[in-house]
């Protein structure tokens, strides 16, 4: 049997991450229902100090979803999910996003105006890639 996954990202601010991210994938943050919230702390199924304001909303503090403007059928989803304590070492894991048609060095100076950091550029064989970190320092390799 196959299995689908999302990717997880621990963040001491994952709406703000959520839409750093959403932004430098073309991606949308998923909606969150003020409503459906607000109903649940009234009916005593969640705690007004689970929430927080992101944006002029309410939304639960546990974390942020983003998802591919096309559906999970197209890609995973990402979640940013509220930890208390800062990133301290070096990823694991990155994502390498991938540019396709659009200019890679174009994206990673957007990214650098939106508070991504530099770190390197790479290239094996044919195989180039700018590696960046995103505001928090969570890795991430730009190339075609």
């Excluded at 703000?16 to 073309?26: E, K, N, Q, T």
């Excluded at 509220?82 to 694991?92: D, H, L, M, W, Y």
Aim: glycine share 8%; with cysteine.
């Amino acid at each position: 049997m196959a299995y689908t996954f999302q990717v997880t990202f621990d963040s001491p601010a994952p709406h703000a991450l959520a839409d750093w991210w959403a932004d430098a994938l073309g991606w949308e943050v998923e909606p969150i229902d003020e409503k459906f919230v607000r109903g649940l702390i009234e009916a005593g199924h969640a705690r007004e100090e689970d929430t927080t304001t992101h944006r002029g909303t309410l939304v639960w503090k546990a974390g942020a979803g983003i998802r591919h403007p096309e559906g999970l059928e197209r890609a995973p989803r990402i979640l940013f999910q509220f930890v208390q304590e800062p990133k301290t070492v070096k990823n694991r894991l990155h994502l390498d996003v991938r540019t396709g048609e659009d200019d890679p060095k174009a994206l990673v100076e957007r990214l650098l105006a939106k508070g991504a950091t530099f770190l390197h550029e790479a290239s094996q064989g044919p195989s180039a890639w700018t590696t960046l970190t995103d505001p928090e320092g969570n890795e991430l390799c730009v190339s075609h």
